[in-house]
Protein backbone atom coordinates (compact mmCIF):
# COMPACT_ATOMS: atom_id res chain seq x y z
CA UNK A 1 0.00 0.00 0.00
CA UNK A 2 1.15 3.56 -0.47
CA UNK A 3 2.39 5.72 2.05
CA UNK A 4 0.47 8.77 1.71
CA UNK A 5 1.64 11.45 4.11
CA UNK A 6 5.37 11.41 2.25
CA UNK A 7 4.89 11.07 -0.90
CA UNK A 8 1.44 13.54 -1.74
CA UNK A 9 2.30 16.18 0.56
CA UNK A 10 2.35 18.60 -2.35
CA UNK A 11 -0.77 17.76 -3.49
CA UNK A 12 -4.08 18.62 -2.28
CA UNK A 13 -7.12 16.36 -3.01
CA UNK A 14 -11.36 16.86 -2.46
CA UNK A 15 -13.20 14.42 -2.42
CA UNK A 16 -16.71 14.69 -2.95
CA UNK A 17 -19.70 12.81 -1.67
CA UNK A 18 -23.31 13.67 -2.90
CA UNK A 19 -27.07 12.77 -2.55
CA UNK A 20 -28.50 12.62 -5.95
CA UNK A 21 -29.63 15.76 -7.95
CA UNK A 22 -27.72 18.23 -5.46
CA UNK A 23 -25.25 18.89 -8.14
CA UNK A 24 -22.25 17.10 -6.91
CA UNK A 25 -20.64 16.28 -10.09
CA UNK A 26 -20.89 19.36 -11.42
CA UNK A 27 -19.50 21.57 -8.65
CA UNK A 28 -16.58 18.89 -8.42
CA UNK A 29 -16.60 19.85 -12.12
CA UNK A 30 -16.35 23.52 -11.70
CA UNK A 31 -13.87 23.07 -8.25
CA UNK A 32 -11.45 21.34 -10.99
CA UNK A 33 -11.71 24.04 -13.19
CA UNK A 34 -10.98 26.97 -10.52
CA UNK A 35 -8.26 25.53 -8.99
CA UNK A 36 -6.80 24.29 -12.45
CA UNK A 37 -6.73 20.58 -12.02
CA UNK A 38 -8.71 17.41 -13.26
CA UNK A 39 -12.14 15.76 -11.81
CA UNK A 40 -12.46 12.34 -11.53
CA UNK A 41 -16.01 10.73 -11.54
CA UNK A 42 -16.48 7.92 -14.24
CA UNK A 43 -13.32 8.96 -15.51
CA UNK A 44 -11.64 6.84 -12.37
CA UNK A 45 -13.53 3.78 -13.84
CA UNK A 46 -11.36 4.00 -16.97
CA UNK A 47 -8.24 4.58 -15.32
CA UNK A 48 -9.04 1.64 -12.48
CA UNK A 49 -9.55 -0.89 -15.13
CA UNK A 50 -6.66 0.66 -17.42
CA UNK A 51 -4.35 -0.21 -14.37
CA UNK A 52 -5.74 -3.59 -13.36
CA UNK A 53 -6.25 -5.21 -16.73
CA UNK A 54 -10.08 -5.83 -15.54
CA UNK A 55 -12.60 -5.19 -18.26
CA UNK A 56 -14.05 -1.69 -18.44
CA UNK A 57 -18.06 -2.66 -18.41
CA UNK A 58 -17.50 -4.99 -15.45
CA UNK A 59 -16.67 -1.53 -13.74
CA UNK A 60 -19.48 0.13 -15.39
CA UNK A 61 -21.75 -2.36 -14.42
CA UNK A 62 -20.38 -2.79 -10.50
CA UNK A 63 -20.17 0.93 -10.20
CA UNK A 64 -20.80 2.04 -6.79
CA UNK A 65 -22.78 -1.70 -6.16
CA UNK A 66 -22.42 -3.51 -2.50
CA UNK A 67 -22.79 -7.06 -1.87
CA UNK A 68 -23.68 -8.61 0.93
CA UNK A 69 -21.63 -12.35 0.40
CA UNK A 70 -18.42 -11.61 1.33
CA UNK A 71 -16.71 -10.14 4.59
CA UNK A 72 -15.49 -6.74 4.05
CA UNK A 73 -12.26 -7.67 6.80
CA UNK A 74 -11.46 -10.68 4.08
CA UNK A 75 -11.31 -7.91 1.36
CA UNK A 76 -9.11 -5.92 3.36
CA UNK A 77 -6.74 -8.51 4.17
CA UNK A 78 -6.19 -9.52 1.08
CA UNK A 79 -5.56 -6.13 -0.14
CA UNK A 80 -3.40 -5.93 2.21
CA UNK A 81 -1.25 -9.05 0.87
CA UNK A 82 -1.47 -8.22 -2.89
CA UNK A 83 -3.62 -9.65 -6.07
CA UNK A 84 -1.49 -12.31 -6.64
CA UNK A 85 -2.63 -14.74 -3.82
CA UNK A 86 -5.12 -17.15 -4.29
CA UNK A 87 -7.77 -15.69 -2.52
CA UNK A 88 -7.60 -12.54 -4.19
CA UNK A 89 -7.76 -14.97 -7.72
CA UNK A 90 -11.29 -16.25 -5.91
CA UNK A 91 -12.62 -12.89 -4.98
CA UNK A 92 -15.90 -11.98 -6.56
CA UNK A 93 -15.95 -9.40 -9.48
CA UNK A 94 -17.04 -6.99 -7.59
CA UNK A 95 -14.56 -6.80 -4.99
CA UNK A 96 -11.94 -6.81 -7.34
CA UNK A 97 -13.59 -3.99 -8.62
CA UNK A 98 -13.25 -2.43 -5.05
CA UNK A 99 -9.77 -3.00 -4.36
CA UNK A 100 -8.69 -1.77 -8.35
CA UNK A 101 -10.76 1.51 -7.52
CA UNK A 102 -8.94 1.30 -4.52
CA UNK A 103 -5.36 1.45 -5.87
CA UNK A 104 -6.29 4.24 -8.24
CA UNK A 105 -7.71 6.78 -6.06
CA UNK A 106 -4.21 6.05 -4.10
CA UNK A 107 -2.15 6.89 -6.77
CA UNK A 108 -4.17 9.67 -8.14
CA UNK A 109 -3.74 11.29 -5.11
CA UNK A 110 0.38 10.62 -5.09
CA UNK A 111 0.32 11.91 -8.77
CA UNK A 112 -1.72 15.17 -8.72
CA UNK A 113 -3.85 17.84 -7.30
CA UNK A 114 -7.66 16.93 -8.20
CA UNK A 115 -11.38 16.21 -7.24
CA UNK A 116 -12.76 12.76 -6.85
CA UNK A 117 -16.46 12.06 -6.80
CA UNK A 118 -17.89 9.54 -5.11
CA UNK A 119 -16.28 5.81 -4.80
CA UNK A 120 -15.41 5.75 -0.80
CA UNK A 121 -12.29 8.07 -2.09
CA UNK A 122 -12.59 10.17 1.36
CA UNK A 123 -12.18 6.51 2.92
CA UNK A 124 -9.10 5.37 0.76
CA UNK A 125 -7.05 8.68 1.78
CA UNK A 126 -8.11 9.10 5.34
CA UNK A 127 -4.58 8.83 6.07
CA UNK A 128 -3.64 11.52 3.48
CA UNK A 129 -3.23 14.75 5.15
CA UNK A 130 -3.90 17.17 2.45
CA UNK A 131 -7.32 15.48 1.41
CA UNK A 132 -10.53 17.73 2.35
CA UNK A 133 -13.32 15.39 2.39
CA UNK A 134 -16.69 17.38 1.58
CA UNK A 135 -20.64 15.88 1.65
CA UNK A 136 -23.34 17.70 -0.41
CA UNK A 137 -26.53 17.68 -0.08
CA UNK A 138 -29.51 19.85 -1.07
CA UNK A 139 -33.35 20.51 -0.90
CA UNK A 140 -35.28 18.35 -1.99
CA UNK A 141 -37.71 20.82 -4.28
CA UNK A 142 -33.97 21.71 -6.06
CA UNK A 143 -32.75 18.02 -6.42
CA UNK A 144 -35.75 16.73 -7.62
CA UNK A 145 -35.96 19.63 -10.39
CA UNK A 146 -32.56 18.79 -11.46
CA UNK A 147 -33.34 15.14 -11.71
CA UNK A 148 -36.79 16.33 -13.83
CA UNK A 149 -34.04 18.03 -16.02
CA UNK A 150 -31.39 15.82 -16.51
CA UNK A 151 -33.66 12.74 -17.35
CA UNK A 152 -36.88 14.40 -18.63
CA UNK A 153 -38.70 12.48 -16.02
CA UNK A 154 -41.95 13.34 -14.21
CA UNK A 155 -42.22 13.83 -10.37
CA UNK A 156 -42.54 10.43 -9.55
CA UNK A 157 -40.05 9.18 -11.35
CA UNK A 158 -37.40 12.16 -10.46
CA UNK A 159 -38.28 10.80 -6.78
CA UNK A 160 -37.94 7.44 -7.47
CA UNK A 161 -34.08 7.72 -9.10
CA UNK A 162 -33.52 10.26 -6.22
CA UNK A 163 -34.38 7.72 -3.72
CA UNK A 164 -33.12 4.54 -5.04
CA UNK A 165 -29.59 6.35 -5.91
CA UNK A 166 -28.85 7.18 -2.89
CA UNK A 167 -30.21 3.77 -1.28
CA UNK A 168 -27.34 2.14 -3.67
CA UNK A 169 -24.55 5.44 -2.78
CA UNK A 170 -25.39 4.78 0.91
CA UNK A 171 -25.06 1.07 1.15
CA UNK A 172 -22.14 0.70 -1.17
CA UNK A 173 -20.24 3.57 1.61
CA UNK A 174 -21.56 1.93 4.25
CA UNK A 175 -20.48 -1.51 3.44
CA UNK A 176 -17.13 -0.73 1.81
CA UNK A 177 -15.72 2.21 4.70
CA UNK A 178 -16.16 2.02 8.25
CA UNK A 179 -18.25 5.72 7.94
CA UNK A 180 -21.78 5.95 7.45
CA UNK A 181 -22.84 7.90 4.09
CA UNK A 182 -23.80 11.18 4.77
CA UNK A 183 -23.21 11.57 8.42
CA UNK A 184 -21.71 14.45 9.68
CA UNK A 185 -19.55 13.10 11.21
CA UNK A 186 -17.92 10.76 8.60
CA UNK A 187 -16.42 14.03 6.39
CA UNK A 188 -14.45 17.33 7.17
CA UNK A 189 -17.33 19.53 5.37
CA UNK A 190 -21.18 19.15 4.68
CA UNK A 191 -22.88 21.67 2.53
CA UNK A 192 -26.19 22.48 1.29
CA UNK A 193 -25.91 23.42 -2.81
CA UNK A 194 -29.23 24.58 -2.56
CA UNK A 195 -28.14 28.13 -0.11
CA UNK A 196 -24.86 29.04 -2.30
CA UNK A 197 -25.92 27.74 -5.68
CA UNK A 198 -23.07 25.53 -7.76
CA UNK A 199 -20.71 28.70 -8.04
CA UNK A 200 -20.96 29.46 -4.53
CA UNK A 201 -21.03 26.22 -3.08
CA UNK A 202 -17.93 25.43 -5.61
CA UNK A 203 -16.18 28.76 -3.98
CA UNK A 204 -16.66 27.57 -0.70
CA UNK A 205 -15.39 24.14 -0.06
CA UNK A 206 -12.44 25.77 -2.42
CA UNK A 207 -11.84 28.30 0.27
CA UNK A 208 -12.31 25.41 3.20
CA UNK A 209 -9.91 22.94 1.52
CA UNK A 210 -7.44 25.61 1.05
CA UNK A 211 -7.86 26.39 4.89
CA UNK A 212 -6.98 22.77 5.52
CA UNK A 213 -3.91 23.14 3.33
CA UNK A 214 -2.80 25.95 4.94
CA UNK A 215 -3.01 24.29 8.57
CA UNK A 216 -0.99 21.48 7.54
CA UNK A 217 1.74 23.74 6.36
CA UNK A 218 1.53 25.00 9.40
CA UNK A 219 2.22 21.80 11.54
CA UNK A 220 4.46 20.30 9.38
CA UNK A 221 6.80 23.48 9.91
Known amino acids: ?????DSMRGNLVITIGRQCG?????????????????????????????????CEELFETHDEKPTSSFLYSL??????????TSAYMDMPINHKIFLAQFDTIKKLANEESCVIVG??????????????????????????????????????????????????RSSYYNYYSSKKWGDSRSYDMCINSSVLGPDGTADMIIAFAKAKEAQNKEKAE
Open 75 to 84: VMDTYSLGYT
Open 22 to 54: SGGKMIGQKIAEKLGVKCYDRELLTKAAKESGL
Open 119 to 168: RCADYALADYPNTASVFITGNDEDKLKSIKDLYNVDDAKAKDIMVKTDKK
Open 1 to 5: MLKGE
